[in-house]
């Protein structure tokens, strides 16, 4: 199957993270290496491209599309929760420039086996590292028990049916267990009352999404990610971060206001004493959103959101 992604918010993203000849620059999430092409071009002939990537397939795609060999080009598998460790594998010395696109590629949704998308019957997988041993979709699905499997539908989810998808999950795994993405939409399907499932899109979108942010253990990632990323920029340097949908987002918010915030002393102090300098300057006030005409041309970008904060100082306080 080709590899096809096309890069949200591209322009935006490379405008604002202002890549010259001589960048060095990371693309955490490096997927099909739409956004890493163009930084790749921006950032020639001496800059370095560091891409990140847990999946395989992704990998594969991006060293087909990237100049590898004109150009310093480092290309990494690994979790960008990982990041210092990664960075300092490939002997980076500092960062000017960092993209964080989160979540899963068109080309995982569409690729039947991986179990990410509630449109194809598949097994229940939902793995970005394929190959590692890290529990699927369908382990949850088969062990949490019903209060688990709630929490998580609800919290990663916002699902307001949560508690009785759990149960309708429970009482099917009782009789077989629930092995394909097919049962599990069936089973998301009865649990949500006729008149809800006409609102909010496919009835079965937040529970997927829960499921994989559980399996890829994704909120945890992108927290420890960012807050690497913020230590490793330079001075000027730029971080970028794309979200698509509003956990993430809410992270990547508390994120840039935490570092960007200076004296925490309680009011009332004669003079300051924790000595906390910010750390960030937050470049977008508010978030990013694509163009109705990117939105046409390519749907999946609709619930994007682009934050960006430029490092201001060393963070010697934090
Ligand atoms: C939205 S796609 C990126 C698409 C890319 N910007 C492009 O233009 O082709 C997100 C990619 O990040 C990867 N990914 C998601 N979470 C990750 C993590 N914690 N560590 C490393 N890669 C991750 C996925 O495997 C996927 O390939």
Redesign the pocket.
């Given at each position: 199957m080709e590899y096809r992604?096309?890069?949200?918010l591209?322009a935006e993203v490379t405008q604002h993270l202002r890549l010259h000849d001589g960048s060095i620059v990371v693309?955490?999430?490096?997927?099909?290496?739409?956004?890493?092409?163009r930084a790749a071009q921006l950032i020639a002939p001496t800059g370095i491209l560091v891409g990140?990537?847990?999946?395989d397939?992704?990998l594969a795609?991006?060293a087909d599309a990237l100049p590898l060999g004109q150009q310093t080009i480092v290309l990494l598998k690994?979790?960008?929760?990982?990041l210092d460790d990664l960075l300092v594998q490939a002997r980076i010395p500092y960062v000017d420039a960092f993209?964080f696109?989160?979540?899963?590629?068109?080309?995982?949704l569409d690729e039947a086996g991986r179990g990410f998308s509630y449109h194809r019957d598949a097994p229940l997988d939902m793995r970005?590292?394929a190959a590692s041993s890290q529990p699927t979709a369908a382990d949850i699905v088969n062990t949490y028990t019903e209060d688990e499997l709630a929490r998580v539908i609800r919290e990663y989810g916002e699902e307001r049916w949560a508690s009785r998808i759990a149960a309708f999950i429970v009482a099917a795994r009782a009789r077989r267990p629930i092995t394909t993405t097919g049962e599990l939409v069936d089973l998301v399907k009865a649990a949500v009352p006729a008149a809800a499932r006409r609102e909010g899109g496919h009835p079965a979108k937040r529970t997927f999404q829960a499921l994989r942010i559980e399996v890829?253990?994704?909120l945890r990632?992108?927290e420890r990610?960012i807050e690497a990323a913020i230590r490793w920029l330079v001075p000027g340097g730029r971080i970028a971060v794309?979200a698509?949908h509003s956990l993430e987002d809410r992270i990547v918010k508390r994120a840039f206001v935490e570092a960007s915030q200076g004296c925490m002393c309680p009011p009332g102090l004669p003079e300051c004493r924790c000595g906390r300098k910010p750390v960030l300057r937050i470049v977008t006030r508010r978030p990013i959103v694509p163009s109705a005409d990117e939105v046409a041309a390519n749907p999946r970008a609709r619930s994007a959101r682009l934050r960006v904060a430029e490092k201001v100082a060393e963070a010697a306080e934090r």
């Open positions: 992604h096309t890069p949200v591209l693309d955490c999430t490096l997927g099909g290496a739409g956004h890493a092409e990140i990537d847990k999946d397939a992704a795609a991006a690994g979790d960008y929760g990982d993209l696109d989160l979540g899963v590629s068109s080309f995982q970005m590292d890829n253990r994704e990632s992108v990610g794309i698509y």
